[in-house]
């Protein structure tokens, strides 16, 4: 157990509609990463939070966003879904905000676009 | 940007050492992360080389080459349980995110 939790495990919606995905960071961590991992895209980082700002962002569509609230929990917010939106979703943490640092992951949420 | 190279596949003996390579370009370097992922579970962090040389973990060993933009993940007495995949990662330019390599699935058979 890396001591991240994210909810909901299993997701199953509709194209077009909207879904948030929540992560709770191990205790004392102040960064948050999201990634998506697909079959064919492998591990593709979206976002990245530290102490509630912005840190960095990678290949993340318009259609999402993130936010990371004064708790430090996270969510992630995907709208307009489509098929190829299916993927499996982690959220990572870390102590700080450099990569060199050890990221610990979430157990993912799987989403399914129907 | 960045991009890593690792063999999709190898497979290996129960009992055997098994070396997993990765190549790299970056235009800038912080360090080569490996992680390891069985399926449907999360990857773990095994072990990162921000110097040249080889880091010592157990069973496992990781080495770097920054001269040749070229690391690898030594698995010693393999075990069924090692079988999964394996990830070597980069920070992006300043140090920011992980760029993860496509990965290597590892197969232990007996």
């Known amino acids: 157990d890396s001591g991240v939790t994210q909810t909901p495990k299993h997701l199953i919606t509709a194209t077009g509609q909207r879904v948030t995905l929540r992560c709770s960071p191990r205790?004392?961590?102040?960064?948050v990463y999201w990634y998506q991992q697909s079959l064919d895209q492998g591990l593709q980082f979206l976002i990245q939070y530290y102490n509630g700002e912005e840190r960095a962002k990678g290949n993340i569509l318009e259609r999402f966003s993130a936010q990371q609230f004064p708790d430090l929990h996270s969510e992630l917010n995907l709208s307009s879904l489509e098929l190829g939106d299916s993927a499996l979703y982690f959220c990572?943490?870390?102590?700080?905000?450099?990569?060199?640092?050890?990221?610990?992951f979430g157990p993912g949420t799987r989403l399914t676009v129907l | 940007g960045q991009s890593l190279e690792q063999p999709s596949e190898v497979t290996a003996v129960e009992g055997a050492i098994v070396q997993i390579n990765c190549t790299y370009q970056t235009s800038g370097f912080y360090g080569l992360s490996w992680y390891q992922q069985h399926d449907g579970g999360a990857p773990t962090f095994l072990s990162y080389?921000?110097?040249?040389g080889l880091e010592e973990t157990g069973r496992f060993s990781s080495f770097l080459s920054r001269s040749d933009s070229y690391g690898y993940l030594l698995l010693q007495e393999l075990q069924m349980k090692d079988s999964a995949s394996y990830f070597c990662?980069?920070?992006?330019?300043?140090?920011?995110?992980?760029?993860f390599g496509k990965g290597t699935r590892l197969s232990v058979i007996a």
């Open positions: 205790s004392g961590d102040l960064s």
């Open positions: 990662a980069v920070p992006n330019s300043g140090n920011t995110p992980l760029v």
């Open positions: 990572a943490s870390s102590l700080r905000g450099t990569s060199s640092s050890e990221q610990f």
């Open positions: 080389n921000g110097l040249d």
